[in-house]
């Protein structure tokens, strides 16, 4: 309810109060008259005040009621944008989960690779050592590289020499 309406009615009920009352008094004390006069200054100059008082409390409140629509606007907005960081929070965390997942699976690509390389490098070591342990068991005969150079059956490309075969004969 509003406090002015409030004020006005309680002003209305002692005016009437007192304006009933008033002309029974002075007739049962006409001397009074001026006391009477004094009291009805003093009750109005009282809704006075209280009146002024009213539209200061109204305007208080207007003011906040509207200082809470302002902060729950604020509030709303703030709610909102905590949403999307959240979402953003738990995307960022899948990214992550993903992103150590692609990297443990390049690192173990990664060994892997790097096994079938040392692999590959200790197979063509024993390939070497086996090559000059046969240089040095059996020596090839210069006759070898001009029978390997003849063609074997029929339509057979003659084949050339390697390299290890060329430095021999020279």
């Known amino acids: ?6 004020s006005h009615i309680l002003t209305r009920m002692l005016y009437r109060v007192c304006t009933l009352s008033l002309p029974t008094m002075l007739l049962m004390y006409p001397q009074k008259k001026s006391l009477l006069d004094t009291v009805l200054l003093k ?5 006075t005040r209280l009146e002024k008082r009213g539209e200061e409390l109204e305007s208080h409140l207007r003011a906040g009621l509207k200082k809470r629509q302002e902060l729950t606007a604020a509030l709303e907005q703030e709610q909102h944008i905590t949403m999307q960081l ?21 690192k173990e690509s990664l060994t892997q690779k ?10 063509c070591k024993s390939l070497q050592q086996k090559c000059g342990e046969s240089a040095l068991v059996s020596p090839v005969p210069s006759t070898s590289s001009a029978v390997s150079s003849v063609p074997q059956g029929p339509g057979a490309q003659p084949q050339q020499p390697t390299h290890q075969q060329q430095q021999q004969q020279q």
């Open 86 to 106: 959240q979402q953003e929070s738990e995307t960022i965390g899948e990214y992550i989960v993903l992103y150590q997942q692609k990297r443990r699976e390049m």
């Open 43 to 47: 009750f109005e100059a009282q809704v």
């Open 114 to 123: 790097q096994q079938y390389i040392k692999q590959l490098q200790d197979l």
């Open 1 to 6: 309810m509003n406090i002015h309406f409030v």
